[in-house]
Nanobody
Framework: QVQLVESGGGSVQAGGSLRLSCAASRARSACMGWFRQAPGKGREAVASIWTGGSVAYYADSVQGRFTISQDNTKNTLYLQMSSLKPEDTAIYYC??????????????????WGQGTQVTVSS
């Protein structure tokens, strides 16, 4: 089992920045990712990263504005979000996959999820 706890969400004006963190209870997940879910919409992938540090995926909508990273010494995943837009408003979830072989956009590929943190961007 892996417990994931997100933090860093909040309210910000358009153009602002936030950094999300996700603390994992144990190391050695093959892949970790960030997903988001806006009201009335499905869960969509934002970004994912292999345990070795290579970025696996960015959604087109966040490419160039968001940066995924991790600190394996702290078992912590980060999402630096810049130039935020109102359409980035959503609950952001951290996810982990223990087995190797996949690190992309399908939520069903991840077995462990955090409780989510709200990000609200006002215009």
């Amino acid at each position: 089992q892996v417990q994931l706890v997100e933090s860093g969400g909040g309210s910000v004006q358009a153009g602002g920045s936030l950094r999300l963190s996700c603390a994992a209870s144990r190391a050695r997940s093959a892949c970790m990712g960030w997903f988001r879910q806006a009201p009335g919409k499905g869960r969509e992938a934002v970004a994912s990263i292999w345990t070795g540090g290579s970025v696996a995926y960015y959604a087109d909508s966040v490419q160039g504005r968001f940066t995924i990273s991790q600190d394996n010494t702290k078992n912590t995943l980060y999402l630096q979000m810049s130039s935020l837009k109102p359409e980035d408003t959503a609950i952001y979830y951290c996810a982990a996959r223990r087995a190797s072989g996949y690190c992309a956009a399908d939520p069903s590929g991840y077995g462990f999820w955090g409780q989510g943190t709200q990000v609200t961007v006002s215009s």
